[in-house]
């Protein structure tokens, strides 16, 4: 069993950053693939951005593209998501999930999630 744990939530005015960190407990998540997932009020959870257990398979959704930046520390049994130049329409519960099955796409289909954490972008 993995518990994932979000922090790193929070309110920040358009232009700013923010980095969100998903820390594992129960279990190591060096073999796993992670995923960020947002969810929107009354929206379906998006996804986000994934990484792979060796970090050299990266996939982002086209709305982050060149703002947000996926990465991981398998030594902290922590993974990142570092948001910059925040918009607005980021604003949502944003949520990691861990799979042990490789990394193929940007699928939604994890077996372990968080709470989520709450990011609201400022206009």
């Known amino acids: 069993q993995v518990q994932l744990v979000e922090s790193g939530g929070g309110l920040v005015q358009a232009g700013g950053s923010l980095r969100l960190s998903c820390t594992a407990s129960g279990r190591t998540l060096t073999f796993f693939r992670v995923g960020w997932f947002q969810q929107a009020p009354g929206k379906e959870r998006k996804f986000v951005a994934a990484?792979?257990?060796?970090?050299?398979?990266?996939y982002y959704a086209d709305s982050v593209k060149g703002r947000f930046t996926i990465s991981r520390d398998n030594a902290k049994n922590t993974v990142y998501l570092q948001m910059n130049s925040l918009k607005p329409e980021d604003t949502a519960v944003y949520y990691c999930?861990?799979?042990?099955?490789?990394?193929?796409?940007?699928?939604?289909?994890?077996?372990?999630w968080g709470q989520g954490t709450q990011v609201t972008v400022s206009s």
């Open positions: 990484i792979n257990w060796s970090a050299d398979k990266i």
């Open positions: 999930a861990a799979d042990p099955s490789p990394l193929t796409g940007r699928g939604v289909q994890y077996d372990y």
